[in-house]
């Protein structure tokens, strides 16, 4: 294998430049959720295609068609597809990444402008997409363009996959790959996803499992228009109260989800899988330092990590068409949409949720006697995905990060969703290995979202080292 050495050198030689990057695709508000920012989705893809293009990949957008949001119709982002490299005696890694970002706003409680990357004197940079996911996606270029700058061969072909539509559902992902299987996809040998992260804020990881998310809406809708409390208040059923009512009724504030059968199919825990929770190196201090604060549901970190990982949890969002300004505003608003989403677990199902979360609040709704009428729609549902920990992708990624870092990762599985993962794991019957540049503190979907600057740099050699540690892998 090439002596990696020169190209770390490299690396840290080009952070500046490395940093302007992320600073110039940070400066792109591509939120993926907002239909006014969409035109700023579309151009993050095509920023990324030009930079494909720079390095002499050969790239094609795939548009997956429109879909309606907010009432608009809107045209989905281009999911970019890359090929560099054709090279028959090589292997080739398909590596995944998504360019859309989740919303951001000063008035959230940023401490800086977040589609500013702003850098602090203690190595972090701050700002939206920096972790989630532009600084992982940016890395994969950076590691192309430093082995042509140095003349390194690249040990593999590369296939990219970039998406827009990640934060809000991954529309039309699924269907390009299944039907680009034996297509665009059909020689790749792995998959390597950047798109998470450690599990604590110094050790490194490689991540073997994800929980699956659902996603719904639940609408009461009453009066014709808003009214004024004073008039209308104790005549008439108000949407609020029986959303309110509704949303209590799924979960308790112990976490524990109330809607009937959803425990009934949720892995049984093995005494092999209790081990590994028994040996994790794992802080709960950290996790409620990246929290900013001390309100963990169970007292030991056992529990704490089987409840992130291996259970299912509720969560509730929010409340679309409420009240929710400074001061009172005397309104019994007209209809109401309250968000919930349900992390999933092996083995539950989108279709076998999206079914009893609707069988139980029609029951719940049934016994309020309301005159209002109540909907609930089933948006996105991406499936939970566990991988195979001895597989050799996965070893050469536990090679490459005891290279690069000194020292065996843990091995983990994560709370969150990247649903696509499973998707390529089927579809393309090849292993799926997550490979995280940042770290757990790192506030992805939060306020002053960061990415240290040392993870960028490591991150991109670690991603580098990868590649050629399955190049070297005999046994895939
Ligand atoms: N980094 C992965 C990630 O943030 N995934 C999202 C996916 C999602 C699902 N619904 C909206 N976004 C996550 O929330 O886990
Ligand atoms: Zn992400
Ligand atoms: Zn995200």
Known sequence: MADLDPLYAHIDEHAADYIEKLREVVAIPSVSSDATLRPKVHEMGLWLQAELERLGAETKLHYPGTHVMDGEELELPPIVLGTYGTDESKKTVLVY?????????????????????T???????????????KGPVLGWLWVVEAHQQLGIDLPVNLKFCFEGMEENGSEGLDDMIVAEADGYFANVDAVCISDNYWLGTSKPCITFGLR????????VTGPGWDLHSGVYGGTLHEPMTDLIHLMGTLVKPNGEILIPGIM?????LT?????????????VSELEAAAGAQTLIHDDKKQTIMHRWRYPSLSLHGIEGAFSGQGVKTVIPAKVMGKFSIRTVPNQTPDE??????AHLEAEFEKLGSKNTMHVEALHGGKCWVGDLNHPNFKAGTRATEKVYGVTPDFTREGGSIPVTLTFQD????SVLLLPMGR?????????EKLDKSNYLNGIKLLATYLHELAAETDL
């Open 353 to 358: 949720i999206a079914e009893k979360v609707k």
């Open 440 to 448: 757990a503190d790192d506030g992805a979907h939060s306020i002053n």
């Open 119 to 133: 850098e602090l004197d203690n190595g972090r940079m701050v700002g939206r997409g920096s972790t989630d996911d």
């Open 271 to 283: 005494e092999e899988e209790e081990a590994l929770y028994d040996v994790l190196d794992f802080d």
């Open 264 to 268: 009934d199919n949720v892995a049984d």
């Open 427 to 430: 579809a393309l019957g090849k």
């Open 97 to 117: 990444g998504h360019y859309d970002v989740q919303p951001a706003s000063l008035s959230d409680g940023w401490t800086s402008d977040p589609f500013t990357l």
């Open 212 to 219: 699956g998310v659902s996603a719904f809406a639940l609408t």
